[in-house]
């Protein structure tokens, strides 16, 4: 709906009681505000703050002094040539694109909001219309100005996302003002508009996830008006959060969101006259409801995403509609990087008796010197470890009705490697014209034909030779910000590299339609929807410790689909049954993947396993519309009990984990009976489960010993 006022114009984007409007009019820049349908167009064009676009340029810089990538000069001037509206090409949704120009710069921007369902997926395109060069230093994605609506700062908190190796996915509440660094500072009395600081949420480097998780929830503590946000980006990008005055001196939030910048990534992008940038893709999802309820619509908006981007790959050559689900892997806390022949036959034996539909080999079996770590780069099998050749085991795979798996680290090279003498230096990453060097590896340039050539060559030749259908893509080493060889600056070489791996992989699954892709970098240090959207699944962590894995199987599920989000269960023989237990919940929490030494369980083990497994099997489809609920909220660290619930159309199937503490907790699950669903015969004394009153739900412990315990609840819907 578009409406007019006082010359001003309007435009809900969306149909729903949350929407975001697009405020244009002659004499201002197009902004996008927060708000309801029902919003008055007055109202909201006192309320449009912040320019749609923000770009920091050499030359022109900020029209107000401050530490952030707003009030840039060049989004000040920017006025609107366009604005149109047209169907999405598939009929489902519809693109709204505003064209703007600066006309002091020379710049004319485009930005494309597609919207689909609640969500409006965001990207700028910026032209040289002028004569002279210009030097970009930071193009704003989307800019929203209110993006809870007309909330007070102080009511307004974001739930963000922190990651470490092997402690992935930490979420936390930051009230904005106060811990999250906005205060109010009295602007009318210093005769400014906007402060100089903003509450950041930034990430550097290629571990897109490796510090910040790169999606994230406004909320209002009330929990009636909340906006989910995801930067769609495989490399360096930020969020920022400022203050921003209206005409009347009330306090307005604005949302920025940005990919790489000159301030925290070294990047910059001289634009020849007639030369052309384009963003990052952001997605927000505005909701009238709590930051849960805005979670669920990214989930909406990401599996939306990711069916777009399948749907520019061939169907699959063997008719199914979707890739095998369930995936044995030998690596954690089984083989750990030191697969052979003799140790590998039993564990496929036993991963396909169990019901496994694929087994990945993983790090090491490339190996002849013992020390896999900075030999890889060849992607040769090991004649050491496989006497008889890889075909005699991928042989067995095959012939025990599974899919071959192998790991790859395609992106770096060894130094030990001789490929790192047979390649040109411009196929790898550099710096000052010596190559990065991490942890005993180079990293290719993707952006060079041959490097891209080998990996192509590597792909091609490990699946047409051995039937590999599945790789595990890891990724241990970062280089940090980028490369200035053949480049602007050194973040916009990384930004080049970070577009030719996804063009890499587009490539791949092209000429390969059945083949699936782990997007794993020790564990999930790059876990954006980028890769995502071309993954079949995501390790969620490599944490080897059963009772230290619960929190980040939760934490997951805020930004990774419930069916990616592959959690390790990794029973082990030695482990107690209330230890298996523990560990298979683990994996059932989101998309199982399965580890641990099979071949040597006694039945009862084992039976944990087919039990395991069987449920995961079962509910494979239902998995695929299932959405997240945190029924404890997100979980501490160190909490003792931590829960985790998949909702979908006939049922819910709540983790719940007890790592210590009290003998009970109390749970908010929907109406219907409850039952525990896995496992069907519970070891030593059977937990209690009861409805209270008031609708939740008690869980008791009886005797509980003091170790790890876990189960598997089921809620039937009504």
Known sequence: MTRESTGLRTQALGDGDAVLHLVWADDRPAALVGGTAADDAAELAARAVQPLVEVLAVGHGRAAGNLRNTATAVGVRMRVLQVS?????DGAGRVVEVTQEDPGAGLVALTRLELRGGAVRATTTVRNAGATPVHLQAVSSVALAGPVGDRPLDAVVSVEGTSEWVGENRWEHVPLVGQGGLVDLDLPRHQHQDGRGAHVVASTGTWSSGTR????????????????WQIEHNGAWRLEVSERLTRDDRRVLALVALGPTDIDHHWLRTLEPGQEFATVPVTVVPVAGD??????????????RHHAVAQDRPARSDGRARAPFLVFNDYMNTLMGDPTTDKLLPLVDAAADVGAEVFCIDAGWYDDGGDWWDSVGEWEPSTLRFPGGLHE???RIRDRGMVPGLWLEPEVVGVRSPLAE???????LQRRGQRVVEHDRYLLDLRHPDAVKHLDTVVDRLVDEFGVGYFKLDYNVTPGAGTDHATDSVGQGLLEQNRAQVAWLDGILLRHPDLMLENCASGAMRADDALLSRSTLQSTSDQQNLVLYPPVAVGALVSILPEQAANWAYPQPGMTLEECVFTLSTGLAGRFYLSGHLDRMDSARLGLVVEAVELARANEDWLHEAHAAWPLGLPGWSDPWVASALTGPTQTLATVWRRGGSDEIVLDLPD???EV???RAQPGTPWQIDRLPDGRVRVRVPHADGGPQARVLRVRHP
């Open 85 to 89: 509206a047209t169907p999405a090409a």
């Open 213 to 228: 998780v790169p999606s994230g929830v406004l909320t209002t503590r009330a929990g009636d008006a909340s906006l989910g």
């Open 291 to 304: 930051w849960q309820a805005a979670v669920a619509g990214l989930t909406a908006a990401r599996r939306d």
């Open 393 to 395: 085991v991928t042989d």
């Open 422 to 428: 047979q390649l040109p230096g411009e196929a790898f």
């Open 672 to 674: 219907g009976d409850v």
């Open 677 to 679: 669903a896995f496992p």
